[in-house]
């Protein structure tokens, strides 16, 4: 099972800054099979992004993925008030699938 | 378009049987997989295990092998995840979610989630 580990795990950030989110994988997610997830308290997960870097639907482009092998990075060009939340990462190169333990974007 | 729409909350004591459900509409039921995903109080996103409805080809994650079933009723486009006898640390929010690409991918649409509460 591929374990994934983000960090960190609480990031205080106010709106307008820059946020940067990581994500490292136990092993190679080759293919960029990699997906992120923001989640606010009582609604279901949203994807945001897949394949490593590819904006979902309706996504604004001040979020962007990067990264390959073992190292990911969520990046948010300029918070908002409506980004504070928590992040997963998910990797779906491997059955099981498996998410990494989710990083706190909270409101400095 | 594309919902999922999952069964209400449920309050169960230890030792009872639940099965809750996960209602597709707006696409082809039988062409995608489903997950199941468990998300414990104050904890993150685990992956329980899939099932593809065309056949019912179903995959359980190692952690939950044998603790629950997946299932589907293709003719009512249903997914479920049941379990046989309850235990405490069962209680949890489960989501169910559309894979759209294969059995490893990634999930577009989520349903709104399902309350469990094992508490005697």
């Known amino acids: 099972e591929i374990v994934l580990t983000q960090s960190p795990g609480t990031l205080s950030l106010s709106p307008g800054e820059r946020a940067t989110l990581s994500c490292r994988a136990s092993?190679?997610?080759?293919?960029?099979?990699l997906a992120w997830y923001q989640q606010k308290p009582g609604q279901a997960p949203r994807l945001l992004i897949y394949?490593?870097?590819t904006r979902a639907t309706g996504i604004p482009d001040r979020f962007s993925g990067s990264g390959s092998g073992t190292n990911f990075t969520l990046t948010i060009s300029r918070l908002e008030p409506e980004d504070f939340a928590v992040y997963y990462c998910?990797?779906?190169?491997?059955?099981?699938?498996?998410f990494g333990q989710g990083t706190k974007l909270e409101i400095k | 378009e594309v919902q999922l729409v999952q069964s209400g909350a449920e309050v169960k004591k230890p030792g009872e049987s639940l099965k809750i459900s996960c209602k597709a509409s707006?696409?082809?039921?039988?062409?995608?997989?489903i997950g199941w995903v468990r998300q414990m109080p104050g904890e993150g996103l685990e992956s329980m295990g899939i099932?593809?409805?065309?056949?019912?080809?179903?995959r359980y994650s190692p952690s939950f092998q044998g603790q629950v079933t997946i299932s589907v009723d293709k003719s009512i486009s249903t997914a479920y995840l049941q379990w046989s006898s309850l235990k405490a640390s069962d209680t949890a929010i489960y989501y169910c979610?559309?894979?759209?690409?294969?059995?490893?991918?990634?999930?577009?649409?989520w349903g709104q989630g399902t309350v469990v509460t094992v508490s005697s």
């Open positions: 998910q990797q779906y190169i491997r059955s099981p699938d498996t």
């Open positions: 394949g490593g870097s």
């Open positions: 979610a559309r894979l759209d690409s294969g059995s490893t991918s990634w999930s577009y649409y």
């Open positions: 092993q190679s997610v080759s293919s960029n099979y």
């Open positions: 707006g696409y082809r039921f039988t062409s995608y997989w």
């Open positions: 099932i593809y409805p065309g056949d019912s080809d179903t």
